[in-house]
């Protein structure tokens, strides 16, 4: 077995996720993850096996024991405060996480408080959160030295604000020490777009830049110990550990002359960190932070040769972007059901101005107080800052749009990579496969007859009417939230004012929505007699027929104009000289 590390964490992963599948109760889940274990190491000698399920059944049990043991009953013990989640106060006691009640998170900010209280247990896993922490007393508050770190970097960004602006100063603080708390929603979906989120939270990327350019000017050593401080300093989150365990493993093992290996790097520090924070195994920092790192491993090489044509400060930051996108970019689409091919550009024309405001936030900390550094550095900050909205503006004309995704857009594209090391690897009927999925996309997103679907969340009510490649939403009501739309891949959205809305479909057949209804009345106003089908009625005069296995009604329409109601309908169909009403059947 070569490279068992590799072996051992994804035992240690799957551990995890098992384990915690068994807690909530999905057996099957968990008996299928279990099955499949067995299946990735079928080909394994029996002792190569047994050590690799003990690392499995280490972790499901670290995993039971961060969830489940602790001591309910607290007193005078130390909570940190650590952050907020919704409107919740985030606490860690004793490296696990809570949620405190009745603590005022701004007034205790990062400090220590010494409390008794009950802890019930009431767990998220995918947070790490074990229960929910009861204050009886609270009896003292410390601001020990991670309450004074954080207090000097709230010192540093109130400085930053008064020079800089409080936009820009929010991205400085995010770039260099990871509080993205000030970074207002609307900087956060640009980045989102442009493709370069991971630059607003320290990541691996900040850890390797601060350490290589450390390098340059002291030992190894003591690069390591001031890139250590630094990790504590921006909170030490799972990407930034996993990137300095890797720095020190290929030290170290250069200091003691054994053969570094990056996969098994990767893999040990993956070790460290789950059974540390078992609950990792579903964060999504953690997973893109490897998944990138896993890409950049295996493929920077191979795509940097197939670059060989471009000149290198070209070619060298593309095949990074490119490698670390080929395992990230099918999960990103499963986790935030969106793409955007910006990243690509952006990567290239953006990260070298970020990479700047990197070094010179970091040097304003360190040497802010000296007028004539601080007046310098303020000075190419805002210079940086003035070049980065230039490239806004220019992604904003040229740039591509974000695409909204559904899962079975997510399983086409990691069907596709699957097909594709399939056919490299000698299997040339797999071919084939591709048109499959080509067919599965024209077969969602391409409707060939018009559609009329209602739907209503919470107060809005709307209704999406779709043709070929177009999806159009009218609502009686301005539609705010933003995921709503971007579900539905709507194109263009109207909203019921002072006239109707009338529109032509097909067939000359012209629908009606009126103003003044909060459910809405739709009126088919046609030039010849048409056939309305319309779905169960209480009116029992009509004749029944079967339509698709539903009970319905037919109705001749001899007059130019029918409308019904459709507070309870779901979808209308639009089929030549007929109209389908289709109600939502239980």
Known sequence: MTRPLIYYSVAVFLGSVISVCFMNKFFILGAVLAALFLILFMHLTFKEAFIIILFAIF???????????????????????????????????KGKKVII???????????????????????????????????????????DYIYKINLLKEQVYNSLVSSIGEENAALTSGICFGEASNIKKEQKNLFRDLGISHIISVSGLHIAMIYKIIEKLFSYKVSIIITVLYSILTGAK????????????????????????NMSSLAFSAIILLVIK?????????????????????????????????PSFIKDPLAITLSAQVFSLPYSVFAFKSINLNFILSNLILIPFYTAILILGNLYFILGNIAVINS???????????????????????????????????????????????????????????????????????????????????????????????????????????????????????????????????????????????????????????????????????????????????????????????????????????????????
Do not use: W
């Open 238 to 261: 799972a990407p930034t550990l996993r990137a300095l365990f890797m720095i020190i493993l290929l030290k170290c093992s250069s200091k003691i002359y054994k053969k570094y290996d």
């Open 101 to 143: 009640d009745n603590i005022d998170f701004e007034s205790y900010k990062n400090g220590l408080i010494n409390v008794s209280g009950y802890i019930e247990k009431s767990p998220k896993y995918e947070f790490g959160i074990i229960g929910k922490l009861y204050v009886a007393e609270n009896h003292s508050f410390k601001k």
């Open 376 to 586: 310098m550095i303020i000075f190419l900050l805002k210079l940086c800052f003035s070049a980065l909205e230039g490239g806004y503006i220019l992604f904003n004309n040229i740039g591509f749009s974000t695409s909204y995704l559904s899962y079975l857009d997510g399983i086409i594209i990691l069907a596709l990579y699957i097909s594709y090391g399939l056919y490299k690897k000698g299997y040339e009927r797999i071919k084939l496969f591709p048109l499959t999925l080509l067919l599965l996309a024209i077969i969602q997103y391409y409707c060939f007859i018009p559609t009329i679907e209602y739907f209503k969340y919470g107060k809005d009510v709307f209704a999406l009417f779709k043709y070929k490649n177009s999806n159009v939403l009218i609502a009686n009501n301005p539609i705010k939230r933003e995921e709503i739309l971007n579900t539905l891949k709507v194109q263009k959205k109207l909203v019921l004012g002072e006239e109707d809305i009338n529109l032509i479909l097909k067939n000359k057949t012209f629908i009606t929505l009126q103003k003044d209804i909060e459910s809405f009345n739709v009126h088919i106003n046609t030039k010849k007699k048409k056939n309305i089908i319309v779905s169960k009625d209480k009116n029992k005069d009509l004749p029944l027929i079967t339509y698709k296995e539903s009970d319905i009604i037919r109705v001749d329409a001899n007059t130019e104009e029918y409308s019904f109601n459709v507070e309870n309908l779901k979808t209308i169909y639009i089929f030549n000289d007929s109209v389908y009403v289709i109600d939502n059947f239980p």
């Open 278 to 310: 078992p609950y990792l195994s579903f964060d999504m920092g953690f997973h893109l932070s490897y998944l990138a790192t896993l890409g950049i491993l295996l493929f920077y090489k191979k795509i940097k040769r197939t670059l060989y044509k471009l």
């Open 59 to 93: 972790s499901m049990v670290n995993t039971y024991i961060y969830f489940n043991k602790f001591n309910a009953y607290l007193f005078k013990e130390n909570i940190r405060v650590e952050g907020k989640l919704g409107l919740d106060t985030l606490g860690v006691y």
